[in-house]
């Protein structure tokens, strides 16, 4: 019987080379044994699916051919019209599924250029808002010089995370992501932690884009109510003259010289049609709560595919940012004086106690490091990896010095106070201004369309985790969200200051995923390959220590 078996396996014509099967790592995949499936015999996208008749009556078509000769027999190897293009191709299960091949046609590929702008494209995030705040806080000399170390030293801790799954010995890592480098190393404690700072980063983002989503939408509804009321001086607040008004919301001294404090004037209706508004359409008591009719129905959807479409948004609100920030530098002018250490009325000292604020705040601008090695694996030319991050980060912080030098150079002191500067720098123009409306209401759109991705990622990383399935039942994803919408909803009512949020976000995950993970999965690389000496363990040492003096140093800002 055994020997039977035996001749049923050898092909119907050997060779007597004895070369390797179709299975085999073979870089030229017409030398692998193929199964095609057209599109329409798929039945779905998730590969547990079966297979039709059809597909697996082309299967045994090429496998004809695989019995007529061995592998290394290019004679009568399956011709090139039977074997489907690479992005057809499918592994064959004998239990019927079909799993698709990915990530080995050439054409498929990003160039450079591509992938450098993808990376400044998911770099890009509210962080830039709060960029000004960040330099005013830690003093706009010190605030350059600590967004310039910041940006280097994330590089390189990024630069660690694209290397690791590369520096395990003897292992398919081809697949592999930084948790699952981590899991390797640590074991379950790296897996869950990994997972959990992971947690800490998207869930802060989200509860920042609740707070934000509030702000925008608030301030967009009273753009329209001002505007279709005749209402001709908005915000009682103080702010400078003329057309380019510029406000600060929450000054902390009387006002003088040149201050202004606005009159709210309304032709046409009573105060008593404004008071009623401002009872309903509130950015702290009730826009939050408003919110929650329209996001938590999107979050629930099973897939996140059409909210995928809208991503380029993000690109185009950055440009129109940068546009925004150009122009109100030009009309505004420059206003800057150099006090080193002393505060004045009006600037604050080049060099701030309070810089921990701005580390905690670059942390998560910078923050990219649980998702480079997907991004860098779509690259085409894998020799340029490291050239291609770098330059990625170089405009990434160029882009962050640009907005964020131009807004602190520009606010107008005197007669305003540069201790105005807010950490949504959008908030110290006034509702009226035009240029700002467009910039609100697209952030606004853009948001709407990027929070329920946010909660697809988190979704499927904690119940992937947790329950083995992505979407386990919906009492259970709907548990989920609300969790997460009801601490949006709070921090929007109580404390919607997205500078702290961002800071204390950033600082906890990139404690984890930046400094400690990195620079521990380097060390013991090294360590196991003979190569660690004392500099280099000192450096990463160090490393961690940084990581965990910028967490605690939140906590005393």
């Not at 906890?508 to 363990?537: D, E, K, Y």
Request: proline fraction near 6%; charged fraction near 15%.
């Amino acid at each position: 019987m055994s020997a039977a078996m035996e001749d049923d396996s050898r092909p119907l014509l050997s060779s007597e080379q004895t070369g390797e099967s179709y299975y085999t790592d073979s870089l030229d995949f017409k030398a692998k044994r193929p199964f095609h499936v057209e599109p329409r015999n798929i039945v779905g996208d998730d590969p547990q699916e079966r297979v039709s008749a059809e597909a697996a009556i082309l299967n045994s078509r090429v496998h004809y051919y695989s019995r007529l000769t061995a592998s290394s027999d290019r004679l009568l190897s399956p011709p090139n019209h039977v074997i489907p293009r690479q992005e057809e191709i499918y592994i064959y299960s004998p239990l019927g599924t079909a799993f698709k091949v990915t990530g080995s046609d050439p054409s498929s590929k990003n160039p450079s250029i591509i992938t450098i702008f993808a990376i400044w494209n998911t770099m890009m995030g509210t962080s830039i808002l709060s960029i000004p705040w960040g330099i005013k806080q830690a003093g706009f000399t010190l605030g350059i010089l600590i967004l310039i170390f910041t940006g280097l030293l994330m590089l390189y801790c990024c630069y660690i995370v694209l290397k690791s799954p590369k520096a395990i010995p003897d292992m398919d890592t081809s697949d592999w992501e930084f948790p699952d480098v981590c899991s390797f190393y640590f074991g379950k404690f790296g897996k869950w932690s990994s997972l959990f700072f992971s947690m800490v980063s998207l869930i802060g983002a989200m509860v920042v884009y609740w707070v934000l989503m509030s702000n925008f939408l608030y301030n967009t509804g009273q753009f329209i109510y001002n505007y279709a009321h005749n209402v001709n001086v908005s915000d009682s607040e103080f702010g400078t003259n003329g057309s380019d008004k510029v406000i600060c919301p929450y000054p902390n001294t009387e006002p003088e010289g040149n201050y202004t404090t606005s009159t709210l004037y309304i032709n046409g209706n009573d105060t008593s049609d404004g008071s009623s508004f401002e009872h309903w359409w509130s950015k702290t008591n009730t826009i939050p709560l408003y919110l929650i009719v329209l996001l938590l129905p999107l979050l629930c959807f099973r897939s996140a595919a059409f909210f995928a479409r809208f991503t380029f948004l993000g690109t185009i609100s950055v440009v129109y940012l940068i546009v925004l920030v150009t122009i109100k530098a030009v009309h505004l002018g420059f206003h800057l004086e150099f006090h080193w250490f002393d505060t004045t009325q009006f600037y604050v000292p080049e060099f701030r106690l309070l810089f921990p604020q701005f580390t905690g705040v670059l942390t998560l601008a910078f923050f990219i490091h649980n998702c480079i090695v997907t991004l860098m694996k779509n690259n085409k030319h894998q020799e340029n990896n490291v050239r291609d991050l770098s330059v990625a980060y170089l405009l990434v912080g160029l882009t962050y010095l640009y907005v964020g030098v131009l807004i602190f150079a520009a606010f107008p002191s005197p007669p305003l106070s540069k201790d105005c500067i807010e950490p949504n720098f959008l908030d110290n123009f006034p509702t009226s201004d035009v240029l700002v409306f467009v910039a609100r209401a697209f952030l606004l759109f853009q948001m709407i369309t990027v929070y329920p991705l946010l909660g697809y990622l988190v979704r499927v990383q904690m119940m992937g985790q947790v329950f083995g399935n992505h979407y386990p039942s919906f009492l259970h994803v709907l548990v989920l969200n609300i969790g997460i919408v009801g601490a949006g909803v709070l921090m929007a009512k109580f404390y919607p200051n997205i500078g702290s949020i961002i800071r204390f976000s950033g600082a906890t995950c990139g404690l984890a995923l930046v400094f400690v993970f990195p620079a521990l999965v380097h060390m013991i690389s090294l360590r196991r390959q003979g190569l660690l000496r004392w500099p280099s363990a000192i450096f990463h040492s160090f490393l961690i220590l940084l990581g965990m003096a910028n967490l605690l140093a939140q906590f005393f800002m």
